[in-house]
């Protein structure tokens, strides 16, 4: 496990931040109870593409798209969503009105992903408990 820069005693903070930047691999380290991550630039950030596939609930979507808000990405691609109404989704998600009318709708996952290059999938877990 590796750790984060001790603070020497009498090392300036841009020599912690300078150490903590050398740091190979999702450098999350603490410096002054703070919490330093990486920064992304916003071309890498127009480059990512969120798939749904098959979203059962409205309330879903809207939920990714305030993530998506909170981190700068505008692409949006969904697949056969079992509901879609973008009124319902800026009421849960405010002020999301600009991705929520550039999301793309698709019929298959084959064709969401097809202009994609590296794809990351996850999926839901089983619920134990029943929804009212």
């Known amino acids: 496990m590796r750790q984060g820069p001790r603070r020497d005693s009498g090392a300036s903070l841009r020599t912690l931040r300078a150490r903590a930047s050398l740091l190979r691999g999702p450098c999350r380290t603490r410096l002054n109870s703070k919490l330093i991550l990486p920064r992304m630039s916003a071309e890498l950030l127009s480059r990512v593409t969120v798939v749904l596939d098959h979203p059962q609930n409205v309330v879903n979507i809207a ?39 550039a999301t793309t709708l698709f019929d298959t996952l084959e064709e969401a992903v097809a202009d994609c290059s590296w794809i990351l999938g996850t999926t839901a877990r089983p619920r134990t408990a029943g929804r009212n």
């Open 63 to 101: 939920g990714v798209v305030r993530v998506m808000m909170n981190f700068g990405l505008a692409d949006l691609r969904l697949v056969n969503p079992d509901e879609f109404d973008a009124y319902r989704i800026e009421g849960i998600a405010h002020r999301s009105r600009f991705l929520v009318e």
